[in-house]
């Protein structure tokens, strides 16, 4: 479950940008519109092969649940002189996907060793191939590694919610270095109709039957009057991180050795945005409000914090108030998305999360 907002606005834009030219290039054809990704995979596979060299050996695609549209994915084999390297295909990607892949990879293309060599393979996949052209169609393609460890999702272990943070981390830290040309603050962070989403809460709290309906009524309703301090608490917050965005253990995958100093990778870079590192960690925890057992007693935003200052990167002196802040704008928007959200469960502990933290920041 990821947050909406985001995840909606995503979703579209990606598959903008993976079919319309950048206004910076000379345009090109538009992919076809009448193939779906996976058709378009299948019909374009040989072309990137014929492309690569034919370094890029014969593409397996696949469907699997957790696609949602935007890429077609598949396996292959990556050859050079002397190795052969199992890689992941995608295409067509989004520019930003693209974009952050890429770069980061950049950073650690020197050391041209395989994932599991024990150097620091860096937080995100290798990139063996890339393009943002292919038979003539504006179309970007990455051919990253082929991870062979499991996702933390898999066996979410209080070892597993640790290395998750430490992924976010290095990515943060690596995501930096690898923009030295375009700070965050230089991208304005999206805007969010928090207005809107807590007048449309309302009305859900009255027309839902959501459990405790009384209650989020009168919760609701003391974060619209505290709203205006509210939002001016986060607008006052420094923009200095590119946030990954959609941060779950599905999307953190483990190298088979951990003998590299980035034993995991986060993968699918679409939502990568600026703003505070805050809301990466409040992103992971609300995702188990209804759950808090399975993150083992880790508190996401202390122990990223706490990574972050271990790895010699900032964290601001109010960043338990400004995660107070996120958590009870996002708590107060759940009866908004009670058809996606509405466990009860869940429901009753973003209550409890309101009425928690609106009194340490409404003043």
């Given at each position: 479950?990821?947050?909406?907002?985001?995840?909606?606005?995503?979703?579209?834009?990606?598959?903008?940008?993976?079919?319309?030219?950048?206004?910076?290039?000379?345009?090109?054809?538009?992919?076809?519109?009448?193939?779906d990704?996976?058709?378009?995979?299948?019909?374009?596979?040989?072309?990137?092969?014929?492309?690569?060299?034919?370094?890029?050996?014969?593409?397996?695609?696949f469907?699997?649940?957790?696609?949602?549209g935007g890429?077609?994915?598949?396996?292959?084999?990556?050859?050079?002189?002397?190795?052969?390297?199992?890689?992941?295909?995608?295409?067509?990607?989004?520019?930003?996907?693209?974009?952050?892949?890429?770069?980061?990879?950049?950073?650690?293309?020197?050391?041209?060793?395989?994932?599991?060599?024990?150097?620091?393979?860096?937080?995100?996949?290798?990139?063996?191939?890339?393009?943002?052209?292919?038979n003539?169609?504006?179309?970007?393609?990455?051919?990253?590694?082929?991870?062979?460890?499991?996702?933390l999702?898999?066996?979410?272990?209080?070892?597993?919610?640790?290395?998750?943070?430490?992924?976010?981390?290095?990515?943060h830290?690596?995501?930096?270095?690898?923009?030295?040309?375009?700070?965050?603050?230089?991208?304005?962070?999206?805007?969010?109709?928090?207005?809107?989403?807590?007048?449309?809460?309302?009305?859900?709290?009255?027309d839902?039957?959501?459990?405790?309906?009384?209650?989020?009524?009168?919760?609701?309703?003391?974060?619209?009057?505290?709203?205006?301090?509210?939002?001016?608490?986060w607008?006052?917050?420094?923009?200095?991180?590119?946030?990954?965005?959609?941060?779950h253990?599905?999307?953190?995958?483990?190298?088979?050795?951990?003998?590299?100093a980035?034993?995991?990778?986060?993968i699918?870079?679409?939502?990568?945005?600026s703003?505070?590192?805050?809301?990466?960690?409040?992103?992971?925890?609300?995702?188990?409000?209804?759950?808090?057992?399975?993150?083992?007693?880790?508190?996401?935003?202390?122990?990223?914090?706490?990574?972050?200052?271990?790895?010699?990167?900032?964290?601001?002196?109010?960043?338990?108030?400004?995660?107070?802040?996120?958590?009870?704008?996002?708590?107060?928007?759940?009866?908004?998305?009670?058809t996606?959200?509405?466990?009860?469960?869940?429901t009753?502990?973003?209550?409890?999360?309101?009425?928690?933290?609106?009194?340490?920041?409404?003043?």
């Open positions: 479950m990821g947050d909406v907002t985001h995840q909606t606005h995503s979703h579209h834009q990606l598959a903008h940008e993976a079919s319309h030219p950048s206004p910076q290039q000379a345009p090109r054809d538009p992919a076809p519109r009448d193939q990704a996976h058709q378009l995979g299948v019909s374009l596979g040989p072309v990137l092969c014929k492309q690569c060299d034919d370094r890029l050996g014969p593409i397996e695609w469907r699997c649940s957790w696609q949602h890429a077609a994915t598949g396996f292959a084999v990556w050859r050079d002189e002397t190795t052969e390297t199992p890689v992941m295909v995608k295409l067509p990607v989004g520019s930003r996907e693209h974009r952050w892949t890429t770069s980061i990879a950049a950073l650690h293309a020197r050391s041209n060793v395989g994932p599991d060599s024990g150097t620091d393979a860096g937080p995100t996949p290798r990139v063996l191939a890339a393009g943002t052209e292919l003539g169609y504006d179309l970007a393609w990455l051919v990253v590694e082929r991870l062979s460890g499991k996702p999702s898999s066996a979410l272990t209080a070892e597993a919610v640790h290395d998750l943070l430490d992924a976010a981390a290095r990515f830290a690596a995501a930096l270095r690898a923009s030295p040309n375009l700070r965050p603050a230089d991208e304005p962070p999206q805007a969010h109709d928090w207005d809107g989403l807590l007048a449309k809460s309302r009305e859900m709290v009255k839902s039957g959501l459990t405790e309906a009384r209650h989020w009524k009168e919760a609701v309703k003391r974060v619209q009057r505290a709203l205006p301090r509210l939002k001016a608490k607008a006052a917050r420094k923009i200095d991180t590119w946030c990954h965005g959609d941060l253990p599905a999307n953190v995958l483990r190298r088979a050795s951990k003998s590299s980035s034993p995991c990778v986060l699918d870079l679409a939502m990568v945005h703003g505070h590192w805050v809301e990466d960690a409040v992103y992971l925890e609300r995702l188990y409000w209804g759950r808090p057992e399975l993150l083992h007693g880790v508190k996401p935003v202390s122990h990223l914090a706490k990574i972050r200052r271990e790895m010699g990167v900032a964290t601001d002196d109010n960043y338990a108030e400004l995660a107070a802040v996120r958590r009870v704008l996002m708590a107060g928007c759940v009866p908004a998305y009670a996606f959200e509405g466990h009860p469960k869940y009753h502990a973003a209550l409890e999360t309101l009425e928690q933290y609106l009194p340490q920041v409404a003043h």
